[in-house]
């Protein structure tokens, strides 16, 4: 059998918008489905705009954000290497994969919400009629991708991502260039919410979308659902 191929996309955004505070992407979010998707036999190629090591959000990397799979990661010289050796998004071709995954973090809502390969990237995916996965604050990418008729990818759809209360719980909403909730909305998508920082994932058709880091498991298990089903 062959296996899944799976394609994360990383961001390459460090500066916590006009603040002297760093940002990145959320370490728990890319190493709990990364070791779902590798344990599970896939093939996993990480990715991230200007290429190289992306960019770890400090917060995630603090005593109370680790988790199992942070721990393992820690222990795990290989994953380290390949994450300070991420491919160039535009140099990649999305007929090589199954599936992609955007792990959150506060990067992306500068980066891969704008950048042209991530948009081009998506819209490919979901044409050719392969999954696209998000979580947390993953669904930013979501902003300017379009459908086969146009439209924004996401209207009409069921999705989820980080919430405008939990970004005023983190105290950012004023610093960041937009709200994940607000910006799904504006896009005509149907968004769902659970509780703040409980486990909450939304699929609707080849859209698979977490809300926060609580939900990065339940999305990775979403979208081996959705894949081995295809």
Known sequence: MTPLKILFVLTSHAQLGNTDHTTGFWLEEFTTPYYAFLDGGAEITLASPKGGQPPVDPRSQEEPAQTDSTRRYQDDPDLQARLGNTHKLAELNSA?????????????????????????????????????????????????????????????????????????????????????EDMLQQQGAHYQKGEDWQSHVVVDGLLVTGQNPASSAATARALLDLLNQS
């Open 96 to 180: 090589d994969f199954d599936a992609v995954f955007f792990p959150g973090g506060h990067g992306p809502l500068w980066d891969l919400a704008e950048d042209p390969h991530s948009i081009a990237l998506i819209e490919t995916f979901h044409h050719s009629g392969k999954p696209v996965a998000a979580v947390c604050h993953g669904p930013a990418v979501f902003k300017h991708p379009k459908g086969a008729d146009g439209d924004a990818l996401v209207k009409g759809k069921n999705v989820t991502g980080f919430s405008n209360s939990e970004e005023a719980a983190v105290e950012l909403t004023g610093i960041v260039p937009f709200l994940v």
